[in-house]
């Protein structure tokens, strides 16, 4: 069989890719709200699952708070170094933020295990020592989820922004549920679907819009 | 409305949510193959996607081949700084590998522009300079597949194992099908399905059945 490839330079794919979204979306019938297209659109890009047009859903104007945050400084906490690795941090930087992730800190691995908890609990018992604005990019863990809940609950922490796409079988359903119940802007992925990759591409999608990129 | 968290064990989650997979496998009425079962289950675990019990395809006996390379230590090669970060290193350095990312090399960028190709491309072309046995693990770029297919045509480079799950829209169905033309053994994730966090999964699967688990 011969395979043919199609002829793209090398700065063009992902802008290519973003149309052949774009077409798909309209051929299916879809139209996205304007202020969480990119969003969704960089969710379908990292995951070629069109499914995210229907199980991401955005707290009023989300994707606007989110850019505020940013602009003041705020950091991101992931639960997975994997997330961190695919975050922007350049144009995070540009604005004071910087990624954290505190799941293979010594410290965090010593209080889950005093605690009986999972490290992304601890970690994020850990997180709300921090004197910055934070934004949650929970791509992972339930249970950091869950820990977000109960802090917020008793008024302990006040995030600009949950991103809370844990991907699983475990408490994943719930945990985001748990979220939606919050007046803490978000931006969930409802159902079990979610991944690092997608906490990853929902932070380059807020980021890459404050930079200068229209997709 | 009260959402009902599970109560499970920290250090049971993991298994817990393999069970669940399984479980419902055996409702779709689904029986995986024994020496790809670890692999593929991994694959829906890191991404709830179930497509991957279809669209993932083996060479004969591609996962004891890899556990063979990295016994006489095999290194890995990924695409993305995101994939290095997922894979468990732990494992792969009691055999003598560890794993490689050269996307991030100023080299790699040097060679990508003065060649008009991509960086996925370049760092394919550095990777060939490595005297070890390699395991390449490509969840991002279908460009780095393409070069891998070229190079091996030329017989300049004969790998392990590649596992081929890119992402994506822009020649990633294509580049996927050159490898299963190759006679090198692979792991492929057909269609556009994919991505780093599948990458980095596969291998995980594969490092731990050398390790102590079951799942």
Redesign the interface.
Known sequence: ?K????N???DE?EK??FE??SMELKEKGIVLPKENELVIKRAI?????FDYTENLVFSEHAVQKAMEAIRNGACIVTD???????INKKILAKYGGEVLCFMSDEDVAIQ?KKH???RATASIDKAITYQKPLIFAIGNAP?AL?RLYELISEQKIKPQLIIGVP??????V??K??IL?TDIPYIVAR???????IA?AICNAILYQMGDRDF
């Open positions: 069989m395979i043919e490839l199609q793209v330079l090398p794919i290519r890719s052949l979204i890009h990292t995951s070629a699952d997975t170094q994997m997330a961190k690795a695919g889950a009986g908890t999972t249970t869950v991907v699983g079988f475990v408490n994943v719930e945990s549920e748990l119940q159902g079990r679907k979610g991944g690092s990759n990853a």
